[in-house]
């Protein structure tokens, strides 16, 4: 079952939410208008993602919308009881659109495990933003996070894979990390330097668009400099063409 589903389309020279489902423990607000873009406000209500569980989201914008989803605070991954959680999130984006998807670092807690999928899909001339990041809540704590990102044109054309799995073990010197994904969009001219924070840059094959990766201390470092990107990345800029 998709507990989340969202759709929105162009008129008007604005961008409206055409479609919606949204299904416990999710919560939305209305959405506000920023020159031509919808953005709105992205909720749980359940307290966090427990062991067992397994939930789905699909946001799709249409051609020639811009849409912006935010998250005011982070998630806490819950210890599993029943086997791990389960997330699936879809992204997609039709000709010209534009899609920020700006998530808070998942948190997880001793006992936790979460298997996580990312699938993206984007038409030509389309642009999306997502953040993914983790955080340890407690040092020495064990626990379990794997994470898989396919993103692909409408074309089938492979853009980028991402597999990654992590155990509270593997991690040394940060405990907090993130990355930027972002397609369909070229890599600034100039990013700013975050005091304390470890960031690597990589550009994505045939111009897909290119990855930012924060290691942090802290998650309060980690969110600092995420929300820095953010403002950046997030600007509207000339479109590459996937």
């Given at each position: 079952m998709t507990q989340l589903a969202l759709r929105f389309t162009h008129r008007n020279g604005r961008a409206i939410l055409a479609e919606r489902r949204v299904l416990y423990p999710y919560a939305i607000t209305a959405p506000i208008n920023r020159a031509g873009a919808a953005e709105l406000t992205l909720q749980s209500i359940s307290g966090g993602i427990y062991g067992g569980e397994t939930l789905s989201q699909n946001v799709e914008v249409s051609e020639g919308a811009r849409a912006k989803l935010i998250q005011p605070a982070a998630t806490t991954v819950r210890r599993k009881t029943a086997g791990p959680a389960r997330q699936t999130i879809m992204l997609e984006a039709g000709k010209n659109a534009s899609l920020t998807y700006f998530t808070r670092p998942l948190i997880m807690l001793p006992g936790s495990a979460l298997a996580q999928n990312w699938n993206i899909l984007l038409a030509p001339g389309a642009q999306i933003l997502l953040f993914d990041g983790f955080l340890s809540h407690a040092e020495g704590a064990d626990w379990h996070f794997s994470s898989r990102l396919t993103a692909r044109a409408t074309s089938g054309h492979l853009l980028a894979t991402e597999r990654m799995e992590v155990h509270k073990a593997d991690l040394e010197?940060?405990?907090?990390?993130?990355?930027?994904?972002?397609?369909?969009?070229?890599?600034?001219?100039?990013?700013?330097?975050?005091?304390?924070?470890?960031?690597?840059?990589?550009?994505?094959?045939?111009?897909?668009?290119?990855?930012?990766?924060?290691?942090?201390?802290?998650?309060?470092?980690?969110?600092?400099?995420?929300?820095?990107?953010?403002?950046?990345?997030?600007?509207?800029?000339?479109?590459?063409?996937?």
């Amino acid at each position: 079952m998709t507990q989340l589903a969202l759709r929105f389309t162009h008129r008007n020279g604005r961008a409206i939410l055409a479609e919606r489902r949204v299904l416990y423990p999710y919560a939305i607000t209305a959405p506000i208008n920023r020159a031509g873009a919808a953005e709105l406000t992205l909720q749980s209500i359940s307290g966090g993602i427990y062991g067992g569980e397994t939930l789905s989201q699909n946001v799709e914008v249409s051609e020639g919308a811009r849409a912006k989803l935010i998250q005011p605070a982070a998630t806490t991954v819950r210890r599993k009881t029943a086997g791990p959680a389960r997330q699936t999130i879809m992204l997609e984006a039709g000709k010209n659109a534009s899609l920020t998807y700006f998530t808070r670092p998942l948190i997880m807690l001793p006992g936790s495990a979460l298997a996580q999928n990312w699938n993206i899909l984007l038409a030509p001339g389309a642009q999306i933003l997502l953040f993914d990041g983790f955080l340890s809540h407690a040092e020495g704590a064990d626990w379990h996070f794997s994470s898989r990102l396919t993103a692909r044109a409408t074309s089938g054309h492979l853009l980028a894979t991402e597999r990654m799995e992590v155990h509270k073990a593997d991690l040394e010197h940060f405990t907090a990390y993130g990355k930027f994904w972002c397609f369909g969009q070229p890599l600034p001219s100039s990013l700013p330097a975050q005091p304390e924070i470890e960031t690597g840059i990589t550009t994505l094959a045939n111009n897909a668009g290119f990855t930012i990766a924060l290691a942090a201390k802290t998650g309060g470092a980690l969110c600092a400099a995420m929300e820095k990107f953010e403002k950046i990345l997030s600007q509207p800029g000339k479109f590459s063409r996937p």
